[in-house]
């Protein structure tokens, strides 16, 4: 395929589609042509590729947009939007992700199924314009092409149905916006499943390898990426429909593994998936979205990693100054008690979780070295900083914004305000609505490289990477009673996370391996991914399960979330979801 683009130079083409789509994303409002304005828009072979491309804006932002992060990860046992001081009280929305007791009104319930299903719609519409181009080479498209980039679309749209799946369960299926207008009813979860399978299915044979794409691969679906979405469907088979397709998973997995669909490899190092390297044919990520400083970066936006971390670590700590202060929405869920003392409970604990394999290189202080590279993933304990003051260079501590005094970031959440670390406080408090800005470990996944480096702002988002193939298989085998497979497909991605030799890795007969420990093992390679409220519920913890200020749910209908109030009110023919 990659002779096809040469002169449309599509890799660039498609970054700037991409970057171009800014907060014109979120508009709901946005002009669908018809059959009459296809006609007369697809004039050149430019307009085709425009036209091929719009749906992948909106792919992008919907990573974040409306909400979908925030709630994906406050409602699991991995972040919290904490109460901190006032800030990000907000009358309780947070809090209510956290809780599960989130209500119709609450802006996600309508706002994540407005964002699936505009990219549904736009994805729909550029394949119906695809399909009606009877004569490719009078637009300068061959039929390969052609044939390719509807393979793309059906790819992508089933991607934006797989995820309202997850969400709502009972959903639309939207195949026609041309000559039809109106809302649907909503289908049995099997048959959307049946429908989302039968698209990646039928798609992946016109789909690209990322071999014939080359340097040109970052952003467009491949055989690779349809078949890890058809691999995530089934390994959630059960949740969805009832019906156990774990073999089926694993079918796929290994085909994945031994290259069926294209050559891909384990990155050797932790932090390559995320690193601006990660656009490159080399690299494990097989579908992600190109990012760049100066026009889109939706997983830097404020809905989602940059506004992980204190004000002050971002401009003064990490010398990136391009966007000003961050902001400390999303935190690590605290391990332990004011008191230091580590909670009884098995679920949540990130960081502690992290700290079970005290040699894994990410429990590094996240520090920039220069020359586009760092070590550590997490921000905790004093942040130095250096600054000039009358001419002489001194060293100062990030501070935040409710005291003069220099926080000392921790695996708690309380009042901790000025105390430096190992004092006894008298406040015993800790829950949502009590924490300060000494409150939670930060996660610093993608970099935050600074200003002077020319690299910052340029990873891609790994939407998709090899090490959940990985994943996939081990659990498949775990679950199948093979706990020695499991352990070696897990150890092939641990490797690069401790020194040669460690033992930290998993024994080859998979002994340490249980239900608890798999969980874990997603949670630390995946933290903050968007991911982690669906492992739960798969593993069947979600609305049972006891974590840091959260108790089970009465029932399990929170597994699901509901339709919101503004989208019951559009279409009167969708049915609310049970318990709401």
């Keep these: 395929m990659t002779r096809y683009f040469k002169n449309m130079k599509i890799k660039a083409a498609m970054a700037v589609a991409l970057l171009v789509a800014g907060n014109s994303c979120t508009k709901l409002d946005e002009h669908v042509y018809d ?16 036209d091929f491309l719009r749906p992948f804006e909106h792919a992008y932002w919907s990573i974040q947009g409306n909400d979908i992060f925030a709630v ?63 004569d490719p080479a009078k637009l300068g498209v061959t039929p390969a092409e052609l044939a390719d980039f509807k393979a793309e679309l059906r790819t992508l749209r089933a991607w ?41 299915k039928e798609s992946i044979a016109d789909l690209p390898t990322r071999e014939s794409l080359g340097s040109n691969g970052i952003g467009r ?41 294209g050559a891909y490899q384990l990155d050797t190092r932790w932090d390559a998936p995320f690193d601006y390297t ?26 989602m990693y940059f506004w992980g971390m204190t004000y002050d670590a971002a401009p003064l700590y990490c010398g990136f100054t391009d966007f000003g202060q961050a902001n400390p929405k999303y935190a690590l869920q605290p391990g332990r008690d004011v008191d230091s003392v580590e909670y009884s409970f098995k679920m949540g604990k990130p960081f502690v ?7 894994d290189v990410r429990l590094k202080l996240y520090k920039n070295l220069g020359n586009s590279k760092r070590e550590g993933m997490f921000l905790y304990g004093y942040l130095p900083y250096q600054h000039v003051v009358n001419g002489q260079t001194v060293t100062d501590t990030v501070k935040g914004n409710k005291g003069n005094y220099p926080l000392f970031i921790r695996d708690q959440v309380g009042m901790f305000l000025g105390a430096k670390p190992g004092t006894k ?143 019951l009110n559009v279409n009167p023919q969708l049915v609310q979801n049970p318990g709401y």
Excluded at 78 to 105: A, C, K, L, S, V
Excluded at 169 to 194: L, S
């Design 35 to 50: 059959q009459v304005d296809a006609k007369a828009f697809l004039q050149r072979r430019d307009d085709v590729i425009r």
């Design 221 to 261: 679906w491949t055989k690779a990426g349809a078949a890890t979405l058809l691999a995530r469907l089934y390994l959630n088979s059960k949740v969805y429909t009832g019906v156990d397709k774990f073999a089926d998973c694993a079918t796929v997995c290994q085909d994945i593994i031994s290259g069926k669909y």
């Design 72 to 134: 994906n990860e406050d409602s699991s046992d991995e972040f919290g939007t904490f109460n901190r001081q006032g800030d990000w009280q907000d009358g309780g929305y947070y809090q209510r992700m956290h809780y599960h007791t989130w209500t119709i009104n609450d802006n996600f319930t309508s706002g994540a199924w407005n964002a699936f299903y505009q990219g549904i719609v736009l994805a729909t519409n550029s394949l119906q314009d695809m399909d009606g181009i009877s």
């Design 425 to 567: 406080i008298s406040d015993k408090e800790s829950d949502m609505n009590h924490a300060d800005h000494n409150s939670g470990v930060f996660m610093v996944k993608y970099p935050i490289y600074p200003t002077t480096d020319p690299n910052r702002i340029t990873s891609a988002y790994a939407e998709i990477r090899l090490s959940e193939v990985y994943y996939m298989l081990a659990e498949c085998k775990y679950r199948a009673g093979d706990k020695a497979g499991a352990a070696q497909l897990l150890n092939a991605v641990r490797q690069r996370n401790y020194p040669a030799g460690s033992p930290s890795l998993y024994k080859a007969d998979g002994s340490q391996l249980d239900d608890q420990e798999m969980l874990d093992e997603w949670g630390r390679e995946f933290l903050g991914e968007n991911r982690r409220r669906t492992d739960l519920i798969r593993w069947g913890v979600f609305s049972t399960g006891t974590w840091w200020d959260k108790k089970p749910d009465g029932d399990k209908h929170t597994e699901i979330f509901p339709i919101g109030i503004q989208i």
């Design 160 to 200: 934006f149905h797989l995820r309202a799946l997850d969400f709502y369960r009972n959903i639309e299926i939207i195949t026609d916006v041309k000559t039809q207008t109106q809302g649907q009813k909503q289908v049995p979860p099997q048959e959307a499943f049946n429908f989302i399978e039968k698209e990646l």
């Design 353 to 359: 979780k992290f700290q079970k394999y005290p040699d």
């Design 278 to 303: 990660n656009n490159q044919p080399n690299s494990e990520v097989i579908y992600g979205f190109p990012s760049s400083l100066s026009r889109t970066h939706w997983q830097y936006d404020s809905n």
